[in-house]
């Protein structure tokens, strides 16, 4: 899976703003209850480039599902075949180029046109249910925990602090 894009404050948008962040991932299905799953996501520009590792899916009941695998482990219950509730942790990130003047318009001009490497872990939960054969709407929310921005050549590391968030998604597969 290949992700490219303008990953930028949009201002001042150059070639340096392009990047392609990938997701590799390969599955094992030895039973209908287990799936075993390697998955690493890279993205060269971030401050941690490679993030994955091995997992499980595992249906260890009627209607309740154990997904282990990064960057959202949760467990899922099966409300009927079309809807499911989640609840569980998210790793969430990316990578960013900041304006050439951002730094020196807020008093630290070692981070202009510098690399933002964002990263929050999330604990939280929500609903999913199919629309259609190919639609799938959810709604989900909780609160971020640990919240970091990463200026790498910089080396500043900005702490944040906790907060609520919320996400409504509707997703179509081809």
Known sequence: NLNPGIYSDMEDVGTRDLNM???AALAWTPTDKLM???AFNLDPRRDVPIIGGIGARWRFADKWTLSAVLPKPVVEYQVCPDA???AGGELVGGAW???ETLGSRSGRPAVDDQMLSYREIRVGGGFRT???ERLTASVEGGWAM???FIYDRARL???????AYFGL???VRF
């Open 21 to 23: 962040p990938m997701l």
């Open 36 to 38: 075993w799953v390697a």
């Open 84 to 86: 499911t509730l989640f």
């Open 97 to 99: 180029r900041v304006s």
């Open 130 to 132: 199919k629309l259609g």
């Open 146 to 148: 640990d919240r970091r």
């Open 157 to 163: 590391l900005v702490n944040g602090e906790g907060a």
């Open 169 to 171: 998604s509707l997703n």
